[in-house]
C-alpha cells in the first residue's frame, strides 16, 4: 500500500491576493471586457482566487506597450553589461523569496514543497546564467587576408512571445524570460490558466530590479483565446511555447502564415533502459524518482522503464515495493514525495489511464486514490508490468504517477521498444558496459539522453526533442540563437572584385580592336 501522512490540518498561504489581474505597460489591469475565470485549489478543488481573462484586445494592447518599449525605450540599447545587472538583480530578489515562492506554487500546484523549493533556486539561475552569458558572449568574425573581413551582428528581434506550461510554472518561466530579456527583447508572457499565481509576482520583481516599464508584460487567459491571439499578433515575431504536442500543432499552423520564430518544447513518452549489468539499486532509485516527483507532471520523466528478461522479475518486484512506500501527502508538507495533481480536469484523464492500464497490464502498485485521501487531485504511485508496446499507456503521455514497465531480450529488441512511440525527448540508459553506453545512445531517438544518472541538466547544453516532442532548442547558445537575429557584416580590404556590366559601345569597340583574336 502507498505511504501516505495522517491527514492534518490544511495550512493555506497568508495574503493570497483578492484577484488576479494583467500586467501591461507597467500596471496591473483588468481585462477590456472584464471577464475573469476561476482559480482552484488541487487540494480541494474550490475556487480561491478570480484572474482577468485576457482576450484579443488585451492582448494588442499588450504587444503595443512591448512595441513601444522595444522600438522607442531603452532596453534593447543598453550594453550586455547594463542588461546583465538588472538580471542579476532579478536572481537575487527571487533567491531572496524562495520560501514564499515556493509556499505559493506549492499551493497553486500540488507541488510537494520540498520540490517547489527546488524549482524558485532554479529559477535565479537561469537568470544569473544569461547575465553572464551575454557578458562572455563573443560573436564570429571570418577573415581572408588581404582581401575581405567579415563579422556578425546580433540584434534582438522584437516582442517575444511566451506561453508556458502549469507544471513547475515560476521556474519555466524564467527559462523563457531570462535569454528573451537578456538579449534585449521585450516579451509577452501568458502564463498556463491552471497556475496564474506565482506569474503575478513577476511584476514586482522586475519592477525592484529596474527593468524599464514595458519590457515586461503579463496576460492572462484561456489558450484558445489569450494564447491564440498571441500567436496569431502580426507584431509579435516569436513564440516559445511548452506544453502539449497537439497544442504545439495548432501554433504551429497558427503561426505559419506570419513566418515566425518558433521554438516548442512539447510532450514526451521517455523510455529508461536497463540493462542487466546495471546497477540496479541505482536504476531504481533514480526511475522511481523520475517518474514520481513533480507529481508525475513533468515532459522529462522516464514513463517506459524497460528492462532485460535476466533481472526482469527481480527489478519489478523491487521497483513495485519502493513505489508503494513513495509517501503521497499534503503539498505544504516537507515529507511529502508526491503532492496533489494541478487541475480536476487533468486528474480525471490520468485516473481514466489507471483504469485504462488495468485491462492492458498487470498493476503491481497503486491504482488508485491513496488511503486518507478522498476528495482533491491525489493519485497512489501507480506502476504496471507486462505492458505490451501497443497499449496505449505504453504509447500515450499521462503525465501523472503512472509507469509502464516492459522485458526485453536482446539490444536490438530494446532499442525498437525505446524508438516505438511518436515522442522523442529525452532518454535513459542504465548500463556499465561503456560501448554499449555510447552506441545505444547515439541510436536513440530522442534530443536528450541520459547515461546511468538522473535527469541533471549542464544549462549550457540544448533542450529540446525530436519527432512529436518538439521544434528547435534552447539552452545555452541555442537560446541566443532563437532570441537574435544575427547579421553578417562584409568588408572588402584589397581592390574591389566587381565585375563591370554595361560598358561603353566604345569601350568595346577599343578592346576588340586591341585584340588581335577576339575569340
Known sequence: MTDTREPEERRIPSDLPGRIRHYIDGEFVDSADGDTFEVLDPVTNETYVRAASGKKADIDRAVSAARRAFT???????????????LHRIADIVESRDARLAELETFDTGLPITQALGQARRAAENFRFFADLIVAQADDAFKVPGRQMNYVNRKPIGVAGLITPWNTPFMLESWKLGPALATGNTVVLKPAEFTPLSASLWAGIFEEAGLPRGVFNLVNGLG?????AL???????????????STGQLIFANAAPFLKGLSMELGGKSPAVVFADADLGAAID???????????????????ILVERAVYDEFVERYAEQAKRVVV???????????????PEHFAKVMSYVELGKSEGRLVAGGGRPAGFPDGNFVAPTVFADVKPDARIFQEEIFGPVVAITPFDTEEEALALANGVRYGLAAYVWTNDLKRAHNFS???EAGMVWLNSNNVRDLRTPFGGVKASGLGHEGGYRSIDFYTDQQAVHITLGPTPNPTFGKAPEHHIASSLDDPDPR
Open 72 to 86: 522607442e525605450g531603452p532596453w534593447p540599447r543598453m550594453l550586455p553589461r547594463e542588461r546583465s545587472r538588472v
Open 224 to 228: 484558445e483565446d489569450a494564447g491564440d
Open 442 to 444: 547515439q541510436s536513440i
Open 286 to 304: 533514480a526511475t522511481i524518482f523520475g517518474v514520481f516527483s513533480l507529481n508525475g507532471e513533468r515532459c522529462t520523466a522516464g514513463s517506459r
Open 329 to 343: 501527502g499534503y503539498p505544504h508538507d516537507p515529507a511529502t514525495e508526491v503532492g496533489a495533481l494541478v487541475h
Open 231 to 245: 500567436v496569431r499578433h502580426p507584431h509579435v515575431p516569436l513564440i516559445s511555447f511548452t506544453g502539449e504536442s
